[in-house]
């Protein structure tokens, strides 16, 4: 396996029709597009989560990873929303926005654990709009376990700290002492992040109510190819989660990494950049 040329990412606000979203671009235009979705959590933003994808699948593909409506440096409703499908309509309004914006008519998605969930919404609103879809780590189905790991990090606002953000970075992944160094380079940014009034509003908004699993009759219907990737060690979302998603959607593979927890993407970053683009070539 031969590492990419890193690639340069242009940064920056993109207003829409009813959203300013802040976007992180690499590689060229004339290249199919993924469109990359974060996951959540306190101060949780899309470069922290795809930085090493970005780099390296801008070499040969278009890349998108904009902060989701709610989260980090886009826009943040001035009033708590009512509930998470209310959240997931605005979040599915926004990306097709953004899609409409750069004039891209169809692209691949790779969603991290609640991108997942939003990638699912988009194939079922928006089928003609995308074509192949990653779903890494998803979580959201009626099997999910609600991990202790997980609740402690709904409840970090409750008494938030430096020290404590670290210790929920450190249950999502396998190997801590191994990634210690990748998490002391995100804690000072991602707790300054996370203590901001619209952030931590937005984030107890999204987290105030539970989303509604997709009809298995809705699931049987995608007819996109699907990877699904979990680790095998994942405390966040269980591996169950992609079994069932496995099971019920028509088109659907999984891989497995061992070793491994929630952030494959960083763990496992060559292997999973290596794997996601073969994927999108259309080699698996």
């Known amino acids: ?3 990419a040329n890193e690639v340069k990412i242009k940064s920056g606000h993109v207003k829409t029709g009813k959203y300013t979203s802040f976007v992180h671009e690499a590689g060229s235009k004339t290249n199919e597009t993924i469109l990359f979705l974060h996951g959540s959590g306190p101060g949780v933003t899309s470069i922290a989560n795809w930085s090493y994808a970005l780099n390296d699948c801008g070499n040969d593909f278009h890349c998108l990873a904009p902060d989701l409506y709610g989260f980090a440096d886009s826009d943040h409703p001035d009033e708590p929303l009512k509930n998470r499908q209310l959240w997931m309509d605005c979040w599915v309004e926004q990306l097709i926005e953004l899609l409409d914006y750069y004039e891209i008519e169809k692209a ?8 997942c969930s939003i990638a699912l919404e988009l194939l079922l609103e928006y089928p003609e709009r995308f074509d192949r879809v990653v779903l890494m780590g998803p979580g959201g189905t009626p099997n999910t376990k609600l991990s202790l790991e997980l609740a402690r990090a709904k409840s ?27 998490i002391d380079g995100l804690t000072d940014a991602r707790y300054a992040n996370a203590m901001r009034e619209e952030v931590k509003r937005s984030n107890n908004s999204i987290f105030s109510t539970a989303a509604v699993p997709i009809p298995v009759v809705a699931l049987n219907r995608i007819g996109n190819q699907i990877l699904l990737i979990h680790g095998q060690n994942d405390k966040v979302c269980s591996i169950e989660s992609s079994y069932y998603l496995a099971e019920h959607i028509p088109n659907a593979q999984l891989h497995v990494f061992p070793q491994c927890g929630h952030w494959t993407q960083i763990e496992k970053k060559e292997s999973f950049n290596y794997l996601i683009q073969q994927f999108f070539n259309r080699k698996i």
């Open 108 to 115: 691949h998605v790779v969603g991290n654990s609640l991108g």
């Open 156 to 182: 970090f606002y409750d008494n938030p700290s430096k020290k404590r953000l670290q210790q929920i970075m450190g249950w999502f992944v396998y190997d801590k002492d191994a990634m210690q160094p990748v």
């Open 1 to 3: 396996m031969t590492v």
